[in-house]
Structure formats: C-alpha cells, structure tokens
C-alpha cells in the first residue's frame, strides 16, 4: 500500500518533467509605462516573450530536484540555499502533509528557482516583464488605474501568510492568459536585487543620480503605486540564498524557443 501510495504521489513530479511544468503564455510585448517612474519618464519597451501560465509547483519541482541531486535540501550548498530551503517537505525528495503536489512551491532560493528554469530552457522574468503581464485584469491588458481592481489586489497583501496556499492554477486567466500574478504567492524576478540600485556603479550611493525619482518613484499616497511598492520591498529585502514561505516562482523565456 504505501509503494502505491509513494507512485501515485510521484506521477504528477513525473508528467510535470516529461512536460516542461506549467503550460506557456505568448505575450505579445509592447512600450510598458512603469509603476516605478524612471527618472527620465519614457516607457521600458518589453519584446515578446512566454510566461508560465501559473507559477512552478511542489510536484514540478520535486521532479527537478529527483534529476538534478545537488539540489536536494540536504545537498544543496548553503551559498546557494539558506537553512528554510524546501523545509515544508515531509524529506529532500518526499513532499508529504504540509507540501501538497499541486501547492506552488514555496521556501525555494533565487539560485534554485533559476536553476529550474534553466533546466526546462527558460529563465526567471525580469521585473519588467513580470510586471507588465501582472497589469492586466480578466478583460484588459491594464487595468492598474482601476480602483477596485488596486483594491482587490491590496487587499491580498493584507491577509495573514501563515495559511495553507491552495492549489496553483485556480485562478481566473487574465487577459494573456495568465494565472495567479496575484493573490497566492510572491515570485521571484531575474533582476530583483537591482530594483532600487542603479546598474551604473558610478552612480550608487548619490541620491541626485539614483535610477528612480527619490521620493517621486513610489508614492505612498498613490494606491497605484503602493501594491508595487510591496513588492519592490519585499524583493529588495531579499538575499539570493534566502527563502520565505510565500515567495515562489513562475519562469520565463524569449518568443518562440
């Protein structure tokens, strides 16, 4: 009974890799008017690319770990993976009660979300790209200066995290087709700990020639720009080999690979 139980268990990790993951997204690209306002205040023009229609989840990942060893939790270099990584497992290759086959996958490293990607021939999203996928409602592609939707949005961030995370993919499409950007866990970008750090070294450490707008770039009295103002920081406060139980991840990767 229990080898049945362990096979039954294991199909999903097994389809999930012969499968690639989650199905993928065609997003046609386009000039992207940013949230954050840059300092010059064009729009960030955005390529077409593919994006996973719901973010990875337990079983996916189990299979990732079960091919690729070294990123078993009790294998994984500290460096890449802090002591929280996959702790919600029942083992480094079992999921067990706490870690349900269909849960996105949670308490997984920077450096281990972009092995994976890798590993299916994507990448993670950049912030941009994450973010213009995520403007988009069930029947517009921007619904950010919508209030009730901001305030749908809000009012997610504001529930406790310490809940059961239901099953990814239950979430209406938006208008890509894209499920859960919000409402079930934070993810992960490519460049997430650039954000608020200018990629021109001279400039770091000046105010007067920060990448954003000083004060102007995330307005607390903006409701628009508050819901990105939680995520920046809680990106920007997070490390590479750092983990939390509500940060998982979705990947990425150029039109047409």
Same mark, same amino acid.
């Given at each position: 009974?229990?080898?049945?139980?362990?096979?039954?268990?294991?199909?999903?990790?097994?389809?999930?890799?012969?499968?690639?993951?989650?199905?993928?997204?065609?997003? %046609?690209?386009?000039?992207?008017?940013?949230?954050?306002?840059?300092?010059?205040?064009?729009?960030?023009?955005?390529?077409?690319?593919?994006?996973?229609?719901? %973010?990875?989840?337990?079983?996916?990942?189990?299979?990732?770990?079960?091919?690729?060893?070294?990123?078993?939790?009790?294998?994984?270099?500290?460096?890449?993976?802090?002591?929280?990584?996959?702790?919600?497992?029942?083992?480094?290759?079992?999921?067990?009660?706490?870690?349900?086959?269909?849960?996105?996958?949670?308490?997984?490293? $920077?450096?281990?979300?972009?092995?994976?990607?890798?590993?299916?021939?994507?990448?993670?999203?950049?912030?941009?790209? $994450?973010?213009?996928?995520?403007?988009?409602?069930?029947?517009?592609?921007?619904?950010?200066?919508?209030?009730? $939707?901001?305030?749908?949005?809000?009012?997610?961030?504001?529930?406790?995290?310490?809940?059961?995370? %239901?099953?990814?993919?239950?979430?209406?499409?938006?208008?890509?087709?894209?499920?859960?950007?919000?409402?079930?866990? $934070?993810?992960?970008?490519?460049?997430?700990?650039?954000?608020?750090?200018?990629?021109?070294?001279?400039?770091?450490?000046? %105010?007067?020639?920060?990448?954003?707008?000083?004060?102007?770039?995330?307005?607390?009295?903006?409701?628009?720009?508050?819901?990105?103002?939680?995520?920046?920081?809680?990106?920007?406060?997070?490390?590479?080999?750092?983990?939390?139980?509500?940060?998982?991840?979705?990947?990425?990767?150029?039109?047409?690979?």
């Amino acid at each position: 009974m229990r080898r049945l139980a362990a096979l039954l268990l294991a199909l999903p990790a097994v389809a999930a890799l012969a499968a690639g993951g989650a199905a993928w997204v065609k997003l %046609p690209g386009s000039d992207f008017r940013s949230t954050l306002k840059y300092e010059d205040g064009v729009d960030v023009e955005i390529a077409p690319f593919e994006l996973q229609k719901r %973010p990875v989840t337990n079983a996916e990942f189990l299979a990732f770990v079960k091919a690729n060893p070294q990123w078993r939790r009790d294998k994984v270099p500290k460096v890449l993976a802090e002591g929280r990584y996959l702790q919600q497992w029942e083992g480094p290759v079992s999921l067990g009660d706490k870690a349900l086959p269909e849960q996105p996958v949670v308490q997984v490293s $920077w450096f281990a979300a972009n092995a994976y990607c890798e590993s299916i021939g994507g990448r993670l999203p950049t912030w941009n790209e $994450w973010e213009y996928a995520a403007a988009a409602d069930e029947t517009r592609r921007d619904a950010r200066k919508d209030p009730a $939707w901001r305030e749908r949005i809000l009012a997610w961030y504001s529930q406790p995290s310490n809940q059961a995370l %239901p099953r990814a993919g239950l979430q209406v499409p938006n208008a890509y087709g894209v499920q859960d950007l919000h409402g079930l866990v $934070w993810e992960w970008t490519d460049d997430y700990s650039s954000l608020l750090v200018d990629p021109e070294s001279r400039n770091q450490g000046d %105010p007067d020639k920060s990448k954003f707008c000083g004060a102007g770039a995330l307005s607390m009295d903006d409701r628009d720009n508050y819901a990105v103002l939680m995520r920046v920081a809680m990106l920007s406060s997070m490390q590479a080999q750092g983990t939390t139980a509500n940060l998982g991840f979705r990947c990425a990767r150029s039109a047409g690979k």
